[in-house]
């Protein structure tokens, strides 16, 4: 699907059955757009919030059985209905996008674990509600791959969120490797530096691969969506490990040559 964002991670492809590529494209343009309002351009953070605040008020219409008149909200009034999928999923979104404009640092790896709850976790449960694969273990295996992949924009995105005045790792680490905020703002890489992203790097891989069996249970084109997805995460993994953790001069790309690796791992592993 064209977006107006670069993504390093498969959105809507071409190996999602085609019945569900439109629910699946309604639900990221309503997470895309609302994450739009918490990040771009230059609003102050009230203004943000009030935009915001439509998201939530369209969400209790749509629960009382209403449908909104705007054509994003009515699309997903009918996917919900359609697909009886959870409208929590959808507010938890909204949640944590307004925690992005008030909440910029966060103390505890369990703290940022739960961001990623609300951030991330929702999308990936709404496309098992969609395929009908909701038991504890399908759940639990899209949760961990979900909350790997937002950890691992986090590493690959530190100068950007920098630059909004977010730090998203975790003050705990950066006091146990001994780096300061100071030094992410010169962009400073030093072996503390290193130690640090390469602990943030395994830690996301370790996640990632804990939830990888999913894309081998579920069946056909969704089980290799997943694989796809997995295999992009950790191809961004690796790309910044190669660096030693240097993405302030180099931001992982995925190039033609990491697809070809990527669709080979997702066909092959």
């Given at each position: 699907m064209p977006v107006g964002h670069y993504e390093n991670f498969p959105?809507?492809?071409?190996?999602?059955?085609?019945?569900?590529?439109?629910?699946?494209?309604?639900?990221?343009?309503?997470?895309?757009s609302a994450d739009d309002l918490a990040d771009?351009?230059?609003?102050?953070?009230?203004?943000r919030l009030r935009k915001l605040s439509v998201y939530p008020q369209a969400l209790a219409r749509i629960a009382a059985g209403e449908t909104p008149a705007q054509p994003l909200f009515a699309d997903v009034a009918r996917i919900v209905r359609e697909h009886a999928l959870?409208?929590?999923?959808?507010?938890?979104l909204i949640d944590a996008f307004a925690q992005d404009v008030t909440k910029k640092r966060y103390a505890d790896f369990p703290e940022l674990l739960d961001y990623c709850r609300r951030s991330a976790n929702p999308v990936g449960r709404l496309l098992l509600h969609l395929f009908k694969r909701t038991s504890e273990t399908d759940l639990?295996?899209?949760?961990?791959?979900?909350?790997?992949?937002?950890?691992?924009?986090?590493?690959?995105?530190v100068a950007l969120d920098w630059k909004k005045g977010r730090v998203?790792?975790?003050?705990?680490?950066?006091?146990?490797?001994?780096?300061?905020?100071?030094?992410?703002?010169?962009?400073?890489?030093?072996?503390h530096w290193r130690s640090l992203m390469a602990f943030e790097c395994a830690r996301a891989r370790e996640l990632l691969l804990s939830g990888a069996p999913l894309g081998r249970v579920l069946p056909g084109r969704f089980?290799?969506?997943?694989?796809?997805?997995v295999h992009g995460g950790l191809r961004?993994?690796?790309k910044i490990d190669a660096v030693s953790g240097d993405v302030?001069?180099?931001?992982?790309?995925?190039?033609?040559?990491?697809?070809?690796?990527?669709?080979?791992g997702t066909i092959f592993t």
């Amino acid at each position: 699907m064209p977006v107006g964002h670069y993504e390093n991670f498969p959105v809507a492809s071409l190996l999602l059955p085609k019945r569900l590529r439109s629910p699946v494209e309604i639900i990221y343009r309503f997470a895309r757009s609302a994450d739009d309002l918490a990040d771009e351009g230059a609003d102050p953070d009230d203004v943000r919030l009030r935009k915001l605040s439509v998201y939530p008020q369209a969400l209790a219409r749509i629960a009382a059985g209403e449908t909104p008149a705007q054509p994003l909200f009515a699309d997903v009034a009918r996917i919900v209905r359609e697909h009886a999928l959870p409208l929590a999923l959808f507010g938890d979104l909204i949640d944590a996008f307004a925690q992005d404009v008030t909440k910029k640092r966060y103390a505890d790896f369990p703290e940022l674990l739960d961001y990623c709850r609300r951030s991330a976790n929702p999308v990936g449960r709404l496309l098992l509600h969609l395929f009908k694969r909701t038991s504890e273990t399908d759940l639990a295996g899209s949760d961990a791959v979900c909350s790997a992949l937002q950890l691992i924009n986090f590493w690959q995105d530190v100068a950007l969120d920098w630059k909004k005045g977010r730090v998203y790792i975790p003050q705990e680490d950066l006091r146990r490797f001994d780096v300061s905020e100071r030094q992410i703002a010169e962009g400073r890489v030093d072996a503390h530096w290193r130690s640090l992203m390469a602990f943030e790097c395994a830690r996301a891989r370790e996640l990632l691969l804990s939830g990888a069996p999913l894309g081998r249970v579920l069946p056909g084109r969704f089980g290799l969506e997943i694989r796809a997805t997995v295999h992009g995460g950790l191809r961004i993994l690796d790309k910044i490990d190669a660096v030693s953790g240097d993405v302030f001069r180099h931001r992982p790309v995925l190039k033609p040559l990491d697809w070809i690796k990527i669709v080979s791992g997702t066909i092959f592993t």
